[in-house]
């Protein structure tokens, strides 16, 4: 496969995206802070399947972490991840600078409401707010028709779907599946901090919650459920649970029965927060 093209200017990748529609063209983006792995090529893949050309971002973006983060310890492998664009087919990297993206005197923020609140926003205020601000500017920076997201991170994907509804950004947003190790752990850059142990214990999280959405699904006691996956959760080795909670999947909303759900979780080994969600079926 060719190498992708390379912009880390947004001037560069305006030009490259404006002589693509120029042909009629479509252009999908898929919008990653590196550290790519399979999660992440499943995105490419499905973004080349649905457009034209594929753009791909990779920029660690620090409004997006709290001062306690892991921003400067984020993985960070330019060369691999442009090697893993070359295998996919994408044709256009966006690897800008942080200057370039966040400029001196820089002083604006996108805020969403709705699917934001509670979950991730209970134990990082400032994350959507950066997440919404840094899709916002990508957006308006490649214009891509098409945009898609993993619904790993589940309540990030409903936020940027409620962003482009509210201010009328004509990118429709893509939900992929969940890719996962033969274990069933969710794909995440972050599962490199974790030795084999770790790994271990991290192999039980999605055993879990499935176990737990199968009996909410049969019951209908979420709360109850929940409570019992935090304590199973603990015992299987997590060191800490920030939630486990079942949303409806369209709002995030508190789930009901007969309504389309979703479990969703975060949960700690060491200093490693893992996240990860899966459907609670319409029937038991």
């Known amino acids: 496969m060719p190498q992708p093209a390379i912009a880390e200017t947004v001037t560069d990748l305006r030009a490259t995206v404006r002589a693509w529609k120029r042909e009629g063209l479509s252009v999908g983006m898929v919008p990653t802070m590196g550290a790519l792995h399979d999660g992440h090529m499943s995105l490419m893949k499905l973004a080349l399947e649905k457009a034209d050309r594929c753009v791909v971002s990779i920029f660690v973006n620090p409004t997006q972490f709290a001062p306690t983060e892991d921003l400067d310890k984020y993985p960070r492998q330019l060369a691999k991840d442009l090697a893993c664009l070359a295998d996919v087919g994408v044709h256009l990297a966006f690897t800008p600078p942080a200057a370039e993206m966040y400029p001196a005197g820089f002083a604006s923020k996108v805020s969403v409401g709705g699917p934001s609140a509670g979950l991730e926003t209970d134990f ?134 007969g309504r389309e759900g979703r479990l969703l979780a975060a949960a700690w080994l060491g200093k490693t927060r893992l996240i990860d969600n899966v459907e609670i079926p319409a029937e038991a």
């Open 124 to 257: 990082r205020p400032h994350f959507f707010d950066g997440v919404a601000t840094v899709v916002t500017k990508l957006f308006l920076q490649a214009a891509p028709d098409l945009a898609v997201f993993g619904e790993k991170d589940y309540q990030q994907l409903c936020v940027v779907r409620q962003l482009c509804r509210d201010l009328d950004i004509p990118v429709e947003i893509i939900g992929a599946p969940t890719v996962r190790d033969a274990h069933g752990l969710a794909m995440s850059s972050r599962n490199a901090y974790l030795d084999e142990a770790g790994l271990a214990v991290a192999r039980q999280l999605n055993k879990i919650l499935r176990g737990t959405a199968a009996a909410i699904a049969k019951n209908g006691d979420a709360d109850g459920e929940t409570v019992r996956a935090r304590r199973t959760l603990q015992q299987a080795g997590f060191e800490g649970v920030d939630y486990v909670a079942a949303r409806d999947a369209l709002t995030l909303k508190e789930w009901q029965p």
